[in-house]
């Protein structure tokens, strides 16, 4: 058994879930739904968890296609950490590609992007305007690390 | 999704509950792998036996233990490894010497009718051979067409 790499702050319950998946699309419903059970648990609405079910979708969409350039033998790792507070989701990946910070901080054009044979772009935004915080960072795998949080509403 | 091996693994808290969470996750992988919905729910309900087995059994339900699921999928086969701390040893001699009918009367322990369910759900079942340092691991297969009632193999 391996040691996880996420280690939860001691507490009297331990509500982390950490999910490894191998970098190949289809995947991420594996995470979506391991993301709406345990919102469901928590006491999330429907709304909520179709939001966080979207945001989970993209996210480990992303570190699929462009952190680990669909290097199926690459993992996503997805730690679901819950609170009295909400969820905290992070998603990492093993940083084939590093995200530009730039694109993490605009809003893409809708003009713009019809026009240009890119179509990305909107996976960020989508998980921005979803979820209630969004960072990102460097994961310990030196891949790229997004961090979501969703609160729960008391 | 699935078209040549791939391993997914799944961490969570030996506390009651979140066996629903892997039920979920790996309900998905199984369905998208196109076993049938019957075939679906079995595994879901073997699946479930066998992590309450090793959150109540395995670590006695410390929460601050783990319960690992090491889930690999080739094209037509299934395999799941439920791996716990093994604060207590699984008597497996015990409970595959005693009937149904010996449980039901009271002249065998409770226990261990999980395990018999699941030996009626999967194509194979079993634990593996303890290595040093590690706790039970448990593991069950599902093949696709499938093959009822094989042997357990490790």
Redesign the interface.
């Known amino acids: 058994m391996s040691n996880p790499q996420y280690m939860a702050p001691s507490g009297d319950e331990e509500r982390v879930i950490e999910l490894h998946l191998p970098s190949r699309l289809g995947y991420e419903k594996v995470a979506m739904d391991t993301a709406s059970a345990m919102a469901k648990r928590m006491g999330f609405s429907h709304d909520r968890v179709d939001s966080l079910r979207t945001a989970v979708s993209e996210a480990v969409t992303n570190a699929i296609e462009h952190g680990n350039q669909h290097d199926s033998a690459m993992k996503v790792v997805v730690v679901f950490t819950g609170s009295d507070d909400g969820l905290i989701v992070d998603v990492a990946d093993q940083g084939r590609k590093i995200l530009d910070q730039t694109i993490t901080e605009r809003t893409p054009d809708i003009h713009q992007v019809l026009h240009s044979d890119d179509k990305g772009g909107w996976g960020i935004w989508l998980i921005k305007e979803l979820m209630d915080e969004v960072q990102f960072s460097v994961a310990p795998s030196g891949g790229n690390k997004l961090r979501m949080v969703i609160h729960l509403d008391r | 999704?699935?078209q040549?091996q791939?391993?997914?693994?799944?961490?969570?808290?030996s506390?009651l509950?979140?066996e629903?969470?892997a039920?979920?996750?790996i309900?998905?992988?199984a369905r998208?792998m196109g076993f049938d919905p019957t075939r679906v729910e079995d595994l879901r309900t073997a699946l479930s036996e066998a992590c309450i087995n090793a959150i109540e059994h395995g670590n006695q339900r410390q929460?601050?233990r783990?319960i690992?699921i090491t889930c690999t999928i080739s094209r037509n086969r299934l395999v799941l490894v439920i791996?716990d701390?093994g604060l207590r040893f699984h008597p497996s001699q015990e409970i595959e010497t005693a009937t149904i009918e010996q449980k039901l009367a009271g002249l065998a322990s409770a226990r261990g009718m999980g395990l018999m369910l699941i030996e009626q759900l999967v194509d194979e079942c079993g634990f593996l051979p303890s290595r040093p340092g590690?706790?039970n691991r448990f593991r069950l297969a599902m093949y696709n067409p499938p093959r009822r009632h094989g042997s357990a193999t490790a």
């Open positions: 999704m699935a040549t791939a391993t997914i693994e799944l961490i969570f808290p506390q509950g979140y629903k969470i039920r979920e996750a309900g998905t992988l998208n929460t601050q783990r690992h791996s701390e590690q706790g």
